[in-house]
């Protein structure tokens, strides 16, 4: 079951965090993984270590808020099966202390980066009169985060532009799903406590994983094993669907 073999798929921000899992999941389960990644170093230690395990695996250096650069990656990649838009960025603030520089970068990669690939891959499926697109979003999607304006914002477009895809690629025989993590710990998470909140790691660490019901943040193994489910062909039926990975945090936190 859950067996890639032979698919090519593509992951964005596959370097680090839930992108790197991701790209290691899916390598293990047979596919060629072709990651894109701004930070090329990251790329090319990942790709690295899948082929060292045995994987296949491609490191594209890239930025996915640039259009001609994706159109570019694409068309060397040629045929894909599989794309997992995981690439983004986070911001603290509100609507009125996100300064416009701020919300701008937080839209262009999480936003249009998403819109980018999209665009590119979608002709590649119709083509092919198959696909998977797999979107990752946020709890913040569906409750917002306090202080997380802009990154809300943006989720929020991902969580639209998956129903959107979902609906009018239905006909080419193409599924669009999305996650949507709560907490989950990586090492972004520990960049972004150590400079958001310098002196006070620890405490914002215990008070992150507390603020799951189930009392810790999620792993990116965990995050993993469910894109993995939903770019099978065991999903075959679904699509238009955000599954919230979440410990519990929109149900039970209310």
Sequence with gaps: MFSLTD???????????????????????GATVHIIELNKTNADQTAASIITSGGKALAHSGDVSNQQMVKEIFAAIGSIDILVNCAGIANVGRADTTTEEDFTKVFNVNVRG????????????????????????????????????A??????????????????YLPDNIRCNSISPARIHTPFVDGFIAKNYPGKEEEMFEKLSKSQPI????????VAALALYLCSDEAGFVTGMDYPIDGGFIKLNT
């Design 7 to 29: 698919k090519e798929a593509v992951i964005t921000g596959g370097g680090s965090g839930i992108g790197k899992a991701i790209a290691e999941m899916f390598a293990k389960q």
């Design 151 to 168: 990154y809300s914002m943006s989720k929020g477009a991902v969580f639209a532009m998956t129903l959107s895809v979902a609906k009018d």
């Design 215 to 222: 009392g810790r943040m999620g792993t990116v193994e965990e």
């Design 114 to 149: 998403t819109y980018n690939c999209l665009h590119e891959v979608l002709p590649i499926f119709k083509s092919k009169g198959s696909g998977v697109i797999l979107n990752i979003a946020s709890i913040a999607a569906w409750v917002g985060l306090a202080d997380r304006f």
